[in-house]
């Protein structure tokens, strides 16, 4: 039987830790597991229900200082001991089934890295989402090119994700300088390192909406705004892996986070670095009314800043009314 290192970053989440610690020890099958709690300097009662529900093969690391959730992630990979490792973060949760397919998967294709599932995204305003909303395939698949497919289906999230330790620890782990789009950095370095499968079953729940909502949606959206950097320096460690073949469909998965990263310097009242983000990249964002607004207003100095100073007073209107 292989072994699995849960590795779960946490930071003022005692509403709803408990449930994500439950959903891995409550896992079908039977699996050795190991779950590493990594503290970021909580200052509520989340440590306290963690040593409350205390289980033998919890560890639990507590951080000197707050240091963001890539940190977090690189400690408990650093003492990771499974044959394979997830992350999940303290206020998502698992299906029963997750680590019985996503192990089943990994032990049938030994040229695999890595295999992501489908997610069921709920967020504090009361939308729900399903990712992808319609998978292509019906079984599950080792993807030929992860680009490509990322491009189409941003199908890869935190959480969903089980990987070969081995794997993850040669990357060298997760940007610690980065608090936004840090983890789709990391899945990105990690296709260069091998092939990923995908299983198109809902196995993963992203569903952090009560705690966004109780410890204040604006300030921590205002952390990882701050640290949004333009594309290319996202994507330093990634292009110098490419392959032949992943450098003609890396850049439709790269113009997706170009977007976002844009984004969030709008956010953080850097309008002429996202505008050249946005110019640099989006002939290839998906196709969408935003991004089409968002193409069409960069061509004008003016008008971008017009158009993004309005954004970003409605965002902050959204966080402080929420």
């Known amino acids: 039987m292989s072994s699995v290192s849960v590795i779960i970053p946490t930071y003022n989440l005692k509403l709803l830790i408990e449930r994500a610690l439950l959903s ?17 300097c909580s200052t509520d009662e989340t ?29 408990g990979l650093a003492i990771a ?7 999940l973060d303290g206020d998502d949760f698992w299906e029963p089934d997750f680590l019985n397919e996503t192990t089943a998967f990994l032990k049938s294709h030994q040229e695999a890295v890595a295999v992501s599932v489908m997610q069921c995204h709920k967020t504090f305003n ?36 089980l990987i070969r330790t081995s794997v993850a620890k040669a990357t060298g782990g ?3 300088d980065f608090r936004v789009c840090e983890d789709l950095e990391f899945w ?6 091998g092939k990923w499968g995908f299983i198109p079953k809902v196995l993963f729940t992203s569903d952090g909406g009560l705690v966004t909502k109780k410890n204040g949606w604006l300030a921590k959206a205002r952390k990882r705004w701050a640290s949004a950097v333009p594309i290319d320096i996202w994507s330093q460690r990634i292009v110098q892996r490419l392959s032949e073949k992943q450098k003609e469909s890396f850049p439709r998965a790269q113009a997706r986070i ?19 983000d946005v110019l640099k990249c989006s ?3 998906p196709k969408n009314r935003l991004n089409s607004i968002f193409t069409i207003c960069s061509r004008s100095r003016c008008i971008w800043f017009f158009f993004t100073s309005l954004l970003r007073c409605r965002e902050y209107i959204r966080g402080i009314t929420v």
């Open 188 to 193: 990105a370095l990690l296709a260069t390192y």
């Open 258 to 276: 170009a977007r976002n990263l844009a984004y969030s310097m709008i956010m953080d009242g850097r309008y002429e670095l996202a505008r050249q």
């Open 126 to 161: 009361g939308k729900v989402s399903i990712v992808p909303p319609q998978p292509p395939i019906q079984q599950p698949v080792l993807l030929d090119d992860f680009f490509d497919f990322w491009a189409k289906y941003n199908h890869v999230c935190t959480g969903s994700v």
């Open 174 to 176: 997760q940007r610690e």
């Open 47 to 75: 440590l306290s229900i963690i040593e409350s529900l205390y289980c033998p093969f919890v560890k639990i690391i507590r951080q000197k200082r707050n240091q963001g959730p890539a940190a977090a992630r690189n400690h």
């Open 24 to 40: 891995v020890i409550h896992q079908n099958g039977g699996h050795e597991i190991e779950i590493i709690i990594v503290d970021d």
């Open 81 to 87: 001991e499974g044959d394979f490792c997830a992350f």
């Open 283 to 285: 002939f290839l964002f």
